[in-house]
């Protein structure tokens, strides 16, 4: 199992960004997705979530209203859209996959399989 996260960068605060989450060696229809993110010295802290239908959707307070997680079944990829980006959104970005009937989406330790993340630097 291999998931890509990719779109990370920098951008100045009120930017936007997309990040991007390919999965491949899994199928990506029964695994339920999430973000995670991780700023310096900082544990890693829940972002947003997607059912595996994509019907459901889970957002941190901090970042509802500003960003939006989807999800595209042919191409095997989880979105993070990002919108009005703040220095405290500073973080290395995870995406992660969870297969468990039972979806404690803001638990770090529900998913089973991450990515290798992707840094996100918004300047002030």
């Known amino acids: 199992v291999q998931l890509q996260a990719s779109g990370g960068g920098l951008v100045q605060a009120g930017g936007s960004l997309r990040l991007s989450c390919a999965a491949s060696?899994?199928?990506?229809?029964?695994?339920?997705m999430g973000w995670f993110r991780q700023a310096p010295g900082k544990g890693r802290e829940f972002v947003s979530a997607?059912?595996?239908?994509?019907?459901?959707?889970y957002y941190a307070d901090s970042v509802k209203g500003r960003f939006t997680i989807s999800r595209d079944s042919a191409k095997n990829t989880v979105y993070l859209q990002m919108n009005s980006l703040k220095p405290e959104d500073t973080a290395v970005y995870y995406c992660?996959?969870?297969?468990?009937?039972?979806?404690?989406?803001?638990?770090?330790?529900?998913?089973?399989?991450w990515g290798q993340g992707t840094l996100v630097t918004v300047s002030s």
């Open positions: 997607i059912s595996r239908s994509g019907i459901r959707t």
């Open positions: 060696g899994l199928t990506f229809s029964r695994y339920n």
């Open positions: 992660a996959a969870d297969y468990s009937g039972s979806f404690d989406y803001w638990a770090v330790n529900e998913y089973d399989y």
